[in-house]
């Protein structure tokens, strides 16, 4: 029955099931209980970025096992396997967020070394925090076999005790990680007590699951099934939800129809698809991270998809569900709502999304949408005709300060807030800014200049979270401006432009500013400018004594940082899908 289904002889695992040759490798898996039967069926890598660092991956095992029931459901063998997650809310404001960034491409290389060197003939993914989403689906578009992906579900939204003695601003309201990071700075400031802030750090994530609000993990995750990569609405459920089990399940399932039909990430994963994912981060008003992540995706699949590009759907997309941190809502409202499936609904009365593209279930985008029955409901998901804003959430900015662009969100921003202009407050890393904002050593109306913060200059391009968070817990987030060829968290909210390109090391405009220089900020005309003149800035690039010594000498920094691109690419650190000579399939 199952050889009538699956042809051995077209699949990656024959290399290392079939023949009198290949008698040592079946030992091995008799070795580990594996019957005749489940040793010649398909072997169905199921990846999960599981460990106990924090609550975005600790439900993630739970979650593999109802995937794997799944894959032995249709007659498929799992084979599950780890890699690696740095979880971005705990390595904020150190030396350990430099390894955030580096970790995507880790976790890419380690799951494609995975799957080659056991033959693996397709994967289920799991993923639970920033960057170890698209990590997960680099490494599926990558090796361009049968993928699915499934998200471990975001956290539930916090809430302090009833009489809790807390201000009144924190009380009866979901809480979020942002409002941690926030809450820091209010008791630096004075307007919140060491004792506050401690009830408050017990409440605020009282869950498993990844951050709760539009940031990072759930603007990936709305990707994941925008693309196509997931099944509709599996990114939607709060991690503890049993329901989760449920789309784990069917997820398993889901991939052996893959096998069979030969879909492959790369027939899911085009240049239309990625058009849609943009959307799905412009009409949430996703993390900016997205323009990073969508080019990388794009860049293993051999497509040019850049900053740009993204930037250009951005422009031209309503922004119409109101989610944190700019937003009042969180991921479970949104999942209640009807998810991702009905923003894609709203979005295609718009004529905004390509209804062609297909999916992992083996459907088009547009006959999963036929699907939909449920409707915006006004609160959290608005009627794509009366949105928050005619412009996404997020936009891009260019100019004589960023030739390669850079990205802002704008998400929850009135308009009299989208154009900036104030007086260079140079900082020649976060740490320095940091101390500032702790100190209050700067004013009204500085545009923070946080530079040697990029991929390779870093390395590892950092988040500023701690740095603007705290602003806002000082009540200055909308008073002063910050730009950096670093990151901002997809919890970040004011005036912060992040991947300016160039780079400091790579000798950007950035790298040339000095305090006082009169910087303009436009995201309504998407503009970046410094008041400073082409033959100023070329007799100062003249000047420029090469990029600031880092400390990292030796290590998967030290290689990252030699091998990573400019930010606008993705910050990718290999050739991509236009230079491959084979298909691991056909190996």
């Known amino acids: 029955m199952t050889s009538q289904r699956f042809d051995k002889s077209k699949l990656p695992s024959r290399h290392v099931t079939e023949g009198p040759a290949r008698a040592p490798h079946r030992s091995y898996y008799y070795a580990m209980g594996m019957t005749d039967a489940e040793i010649h069926q398909p072997l169905v890598g199921v990846a999960t970025c599981w460990n106990e660092a924090a609550p975005c991956n600790i439900a993630l095992n739970r979650q593999a096992q109802a995937v794997k029931m799944g894959v032995k459901r249709e007659q498929g063998t799992p084979r599950e396997f780890t890699t690696i997650t740095v979880t971005d809310g705990i390595a904020m404001g150190h030396e350990g967020m430099r390894s955030s960034l580096a970790s995507r491409e880790a976790i890419a290389d380690t799951v494609e070394l995975t799957m080659r060197g056991h033959c693996y003939d397709a994967i289920v993914g799991l993923a639970g925090c920033d960057k170890s989403l698209p990590g997960m689906?680099?490494?599926?578009?990558?090796?361009?076999?049968?993928?699915?992906?499934?998200?471990?579900g975001s956290i539930l939204p916090g809430r302090a005790p009833t009489g809790a003695a807390v201000p009144e601003d924190f009380a009866n309201r979901d809480l979020t990680v942002q409002d941690m990071f926030e809450a820091v700075g209010r008791q630096q400031s004075g307007s919140l007590s060491e004792a506050e802030l401690e009830i408050l750090e017990r409440v605020a994530c009282p869950s498993a699951g990844a951050c709760g609000g539009q940031f990072t993990a759930n603007t990936m995750a709305c990707v994941s099934e925008a693309i196509g990569l997931a099944l509709p609405n599996s990114a939607g459920a709060p991690a503890p939800y049993?329901?989760?089990?449920?789309?784990?399940?069917?997820?398993?399932?889901?991939?052996?129809?893959?096998?069979?039909?030969?879909?492959?990430?790369?027939?899911?994963?085009?240049?239309?698809?990625?058009?849609?994912?943009?959307?799905?981060?412009?009409?949430?008003?996703?993390?900016?991270?997205?323009?990073?992540?969508?080019?990388?995706?794009?860049?293993?699949?051999?497509?040019?998809?850049?900053?740009?590009?993204?930037?250009?759907?951005?422009r031209d997309t309503p922004y119409f569900v109101d989610l944190k941190p700019g937003g009042a809502y969180v991921a479970k409202d949104l999942y209640e709502a009807g998810g991702v499936p009905v923003v894609m609904k709203e979005l295609r009365k718009a004529g905004l999304i390509h209804e062609d593209c297909i999916t992992a279930t083996g459907y088009s985008i547009g006959e999963e949408i036929d699907k939909v029955s449920l409707e915006a409901?006004?609160?959290?998901?608005?009627?794509?005709?009366?949105p928050l804003s005619k412009t996404g959430g997020v936009v891009g900015l260019k100019g004589n300060l960023a030739p390669e662009g850079a990205i802002v969100k704008i998400a929850g921003m009135e308009p009299q807030h989208q154009l900036f202009t104030g007086p260079a407050r140079v900082f020649e890393c976060e740490q320095d800014a940091f101390e500032a904002v702790q100190n209050r050593t700067y004013k009204e109306g500085d545009v923070f200049v946080i530079r040697n913060e990029g991929p390779a200059g870093g390395p590892g391009m950092r988040e500023m979270l701690a740095t603007t968070a705290a602003l806002s817990g000082q009540g200055m987030g909308k008073k002063v401006a910050l730009i950096t060829d670093?990151?901002?968290?997809?919890?970040?909210?004011?005036?912060?432009?992040?991947?300016?390109?160039?780079e400091a090391a790579h000798g950007g405009p950035i790298a040339l500013l000095k305090d006082g220089d009169v910087i303009t900020l436009n995201a309504i005309e998407g503009t970046i400018s410094v008041d400073v003149s082409?033959?100023?800035?070329?007799?100062?690039?003249?000047?420029?004594?090469?990029?600031?010594?880092?400390?990292?000498?030796?290590?998967?920094?030290?290689?990252?940082?030699?091998?990573?691109?400019?930010?606008y690419l993705g910050a990718v650190t290999h050739p991509g899908g236009k230079d491959e000579g084979h298909e691991y399939m056909a190996l």
Not at 377 to 386: K, L, M, S, W
Not at 556 to 564: N, R
């Open 486 to 502: 670093g990151r901002f968290s997809g919890a970040t909210r004011g005036f912060c432009v992040g991947h300016v390109g160039p």
């Open 137 to 152: 689906m680099m490494a599926m578009i990558r090796l361009n076999v049968p993928s699915v992906f499934l998200y471990g």
């Open 242 to 314: 049993e329901s989760r089990d449920a789309y784990a399940e069917a997820s398993g399932a889901a991939v052996m129809n893959l096998i069979e039909k030969n879909i492959r990430a790369r027939d899911i994963v085009t240049r239309k698809s990625l058009e849609n994912a943009a959307r799905i981060v412009a009409c949430t008003g996703g993390s900016t991270n997205a323009g990073l992540h969508l080019p990388a995706m794009a860049h293993e699949a051999g497509i040019d998809f850049f900053l740009e590009d993204v930037c250009e759907i951005f």
């Open 534 to 567: 082409d033959a100023e800035m070329a007799a100062r690039k003249a000047d420029w004594k090469g990029p600031r010594p880092t400390i990292y000498g030796a290590g998967a920094l030290w290689k990252y940082a030699k091998l990573v691109g400019p930010t």
């Open 377 to 386: 409901d006004g609160r959290v998901i608005y009627p794509v005709e009366t």
